[in-house]
Structures are given as C-alpha cells and as structure tokens.
C-alpha cells in the first residue's frame, strides 16, 4: 500500500507569527482564518431544534424542503434558473466535497485536474488524494492541447475576491463542452459582491440555459455563520448529481437531519443574509481604509471575505510586520506561488477586534 503523500497544513506553519500576535498587550486580532464570530441566526437555532428528537437515519439526498429551498434562493438571490429539486445534493460543508470530489467523479492517477493560480489548497489536495495530478493554470490556452479531467472556477476568489466575468466564465464552459470536461465552480462566496456583481456558472447568461457538463458548490457557513454546522450543497448537471448521490449513499456521506433543517430555513430567509452582508462591508471599509493608510495596496478584493493586500515585499515579512502589531493573518503563498508578495486579509471577526486592528495600524 503507497501511503498518501500530501503537503502539509498551511496553518501549522502560522505557529511562531501567531505566538508573536497573541504576546500583544492587547492580545491577538485573528484575520488569518474565514471562521465566522457572529451569532448563528435564532430562526435557524430554533429549526436545528425543531427536529432534534428524530431517531432515523436522514437521507442522502436531503429532505424535499430543503432541496426547493435551495432551488428558490438560487432564484431569487443569482438569477438561476433551470434547476430542478432532484439536482441538489446537500454536503457535509463545502471543504469535504471539494476534497473528494475528484475522487467521486472517478479521477485517478495520469488525470489532471486543473485548479487557479491563487486557490483555495484544497483543490490540490483533492486532486492528491484522487491520484491526479494539480495544475495551476488561469488561462485556458496555457493548457495547449491538453484535456483535464476537470477544471476549478472559484468566483469571487479565496483568497484575491476576483470575480470572473459573463464573458470568461462562457469560455470556460464552451471550451470544456467541447472537450467534455466537467466544469466545477466554488461559488462559497456568491452572495458577496461587494465593488462586482458575481455571477453563477448556472446563470443562463453563462451557460445558455443547461447545465451539462457544470456543478457549483455553495455553502452557508459565511452568509449564514454556520460552519460549525457543516452546511453546503452543489447542484448543477443531473447526471453528474445522480452519479455523486449513488456514491455518497454507499459512503454514508449524509447530512444530519437537524441540520438540513437549520439550511432549509437559512436559505429561506434573505434578510439573515442581508444583516450579515452589512456587517461584513462595514467592517471591510474600516480594515480597507486602514491597510491603504498604512501604505498596502489593496489588489481585486471586488467580492468575498477578504481583503487581498500588499506592501511590496515577501509575504512572510508582512505577516511578521503585522503580528508585531499584535494582527495576524495569512500569507499569499499559502494559495500558491502567485501569492509570493500579498497576504489575505479576513473580515471575520468582530466589530471591536476589527476597530482595534485599524487603530494599531494607524499608530
């Protein structure tokens, strides 16, 4: 048996910056990380709650509430059409599908799978774990003549909040039909446009109306502060979906009950998500104010939970110039070399640890 060979935990490597951050006086202001620190919304406890005392197995597919639900919010807040119910798969959080995704859809060693320059590390490790191989690539005619066995679209980007265009997304999607190469878009960040107005891969604009060959992935633990809770979904390709629900009723990949209920009413609720987008641009306005003054540059950053910064120098010793300041937060490389000159700056946490870290920039 070859044992799995994968890089290691980016985050590991923070230890000795955040030792630094935390020795502040005034104690660490944590940008690192996207974790939520608002509450999870009561309408949302309560429906957890509501169903907390059912003693069977949930199902696989999610209950039929919640797959309208989703169909509805993609509606409603994307301008998606064209989805039906059965083409929504509720996941474990979105981490966990787009760590076994390329396994799921049969990728295997001599596959490549093609993720973006700066991305999200578990799309490389997703493809490790399947046997493929990851390449980076942002340009379609940088893969020559190459056909992967999938592509990677992340729009808005962890980390820059890049938002792909109408235009760039269509190309995609011609250019991998025509190759029959599947097409999935991480679109955790969709309902978070900020300077740009994000647009989904199964928005009939990009996709002309199907879904062939195309997934999103989506997840509430940003717009919904409910990553403890493990929520997200992808939908797109009946075929594809129906292929990912065998797998996962034979994995028992299932999603509790409790908390397909808790989603159901989330993506329910527009104003839950509308009171959270203010905090988040509030907060973003005051660290985007206070990185400019402090002489960053803020590059992209249209959309999403980030603030993609630089002081042009090396990545680490802006993470160290920060955690003197007691703020810490995560250097560009952990997403890839393009990342070598930019940290990721966070908006995730609260109002008062968010002032205290443009005050201390400003000192």
Known sequence: MTRLQLPGFPWDSLAGHTARAKAHPDGIVDLSVGTPVDPVPGAVRDALASVSDLPGYPTTHGTPELREAAVAALSRRHGVTGVEPDSVLPTIGSKELVAWLPTLLGAAAGDVVVIPELAYPTYEVGALIAGAAARRADSLTALGPETPAMVWLNSPSNPSGRVLGVDHLRKVVDWARERGVVVVSDECYLALGWDAEPVSILHPDVCGGSHEGLLAVHSLSKSANLASYRAGFVTGDPALVAD?????????????????????????????????????????????????????????????????????????????????????VAPGTFYGPGGGSHVRVALTATDERVATAAKRLSE
């Open 244 to 328: 990912l629900l065998a797998v996962r009723k034979h994995a028992g990949m299932i999603v509790p009950r409790p908390v397909q209920e808790a989603m159901r009413v989330a993506l329910a609720d527009d104003a839950l998500l509308d009171r959270q987008r203010e905090l988040y641009l509030s907060r973003r306005e005051l660290l985007r104010e206070a990185l400019t003054g402090a002489s960053f540059r803020i590059d992209h950053s249209e959309a999403g939970l980030y603030l993609w910064a630089t002081r042009g120098e090396s990545a680490d010793d802006t993470v160290a110039w920060l955690a003197e300041r007691g703020i810490l």
